[in-house]
């Protein structure tokens, strides 16, 4: 079988290929950073998308802003706050709809893990071009905003 692939399409699913490994690669870091703390890189991702908020979240936001589904955000939660790493309060905007924030032992271990991702960030990052890093950082956000935005448009035409 022959390929359709132009060279730039070859070069994105090479990309596409090696941020598949990359994935693989930080869930299980960030699984192992975290491990200390007795949370998982998931439960972790969740207290960050609550701190990076900045206010409460429900469900559903913090899916969307994690890249994660909703139900799987459901569990997660529900585990959180049976820890006491977070808390559902009333959402005055949506009656069924409760709201997640941090608990003090919440923001202390997101904390905990903010100080342990800066040193493992900075000790993979030394020696890599800073410029090289933040191009591939546009690209990707680039990628994201073509792929969010041309849903369906090629349902394989």
């Not at 692939?5 to 975290?34: F, H, K, M, N, W």
């Not at 009333?90 to 040193?119: I, Q, S």
């Not at 410029?131 to 680039?142: M, N």
Request: aromatic share 4%.
């Amino acid at each position: 079988m022959t390929s359709k692939l132009t060279p730039d399409g070859r070069a994105l699913v090479d990309l596409t290929l090696e941020i598949y490994r990359l994935s693989g690669a930080l869930v299980a870091e960030g699984d192992r950073l975290s491990a200390h703390l007795g949370l998982s890189g998931a439960r972790w991702k969740v207290l960050g998308a609550l701190e990076m908020a900045e206010r409460p979240q429900t469900v559903s936001q913090i899916a969307r802003r994690m890249g994660l589904t909703r139900q799987s955000v459901q569990r997660l939660v529900h585990d959180l706050c049976a820890e006491g790493y977070l808390e559902l309060i009333e959402n005055p905007d949506h009656r069924t709809a409760r709201l997640a924030r941090l608990t003090t032992k919440g923001a202390e271990a997101f904390r905990m893990l903010d100080e342990v991702e800066a040193e493992w960030a900075n000790g993979l990052a030394d020696g890599l071009d800073r410029l090289a890093l933040s191009r591939a950082a546009q690209v990707l956000g680039e990628l994201k905003v073509r792929i969010d935005t041309a849903e369906g448009i090629a349902d394989h035409e």
